[in-house]
């Protein structure tokens, strides 16, 4: 689909957004090497051989639970699953940012956003634990205006209530920001909080073709729609 195709209701606000919200992982920055590299060195000292990079991927922005699942196929009532879930967490708390990096073009995307004085920020179902260390070790703890976690919270995504407090701390009006994510838990938070949304396919998605599903207003295929269709 194209980029600047969209797939949902229109709104009423024109012009420049009053804010541009990311999801973290699978849509700003791309973790999938640290998730992959830490589930496979769990693997090993369990005595199993590394998964491939792909199998991996595709279920990271489903969090550690989907990566027990992937890497041991245990489901949380399991009696073994609660060891390998700290387990993994403790392994990726110790490298959060060995390999991530935003995605190529990203940075490029959040430059135009601050020179034409646009705020942004990030919100994410990524525990403060982690999130905060990464988005410091990549230089952007500086930059964005807003950092919401589940922890500041009640509810998790696809709840409203984390990008209402975002726009809130921001100073902006949910009806005229934007929301950017690659699950459908992101869209479905963004139509809650009234904002528009950007659902982009380059993420981390099992398939691809079912974005079209999830009603945003926009679909972005990769990071170069994406700046498009910010711009």
């Known amino acids: ?4 195709v969209p797939t949902g209701p229109a709104h009423a606000s024109s012009g420049a957004p009053s804010t541009v919200l ?3 992982d699978g849509t700003l920055i791309d973790t999938a090497p640290d998730f992959i590299r830490c589930l ?5 000292q369990h005595g199993l051989t590394p998964l491939p990079a792909a199998t991996i991927r595709r279920s990271v922005s489903n969090g550690a639970r989907a990566m027990v699942r992937v ?6 009532e399991h009696p073994d699953y609660l060891d390998k879930h700290t387990a993994f967490l403790d392994l990726y708390e110790e490298g959060v940012a060995i390999e991530t990096r935003l995605f190529d073009g990203m940075d490029a995307i959040l430059s135009d956003l601050e020179s034409r004085g646009i705020p942004w920020g990030i919100v994410t179902n990524k525990p403060v634990r982690f999130a905060e260390p990464l988005v410091a070790a990549l230089g952007l703890a500086e930059r964005c205006a807003v950092v919401i ?3 500041h919270v009640t509810h998790r995504k696809p709840h409203p209530e984390a990008l209402h407090l975002a726009c809130e701390r921001i100073g902006a009006a949910p009806d005229t920001g934007i929301y950017v994510g690659d699950h459908e838990r992101d869209i479905e938070a963004g139509r809650n909080a009234g904002m528009k949304t950007i659902a982009v396919r380059y993420g981390y ?23 498009k269709l910010l711009q």
């Open 1 to 4: 689909m194209s980029a600047s």
């Open 22 to 24: 990311f999801d973290l």
């Open 40 to 44: 496979n060195q769990l693997r090993i």
């Open 71 to 76: 890497g041991f196929g245990l489901e949380p």
């Open 149 to 151: 976690c589940p922890d």
């Open 205 to 227: 998605i099992e398939e691809p073709h079912t974005v079209d599903l999830w009603q945003a207003d926009l679909i972005a295929d990769t990071v170069h729609d994406l700046a």
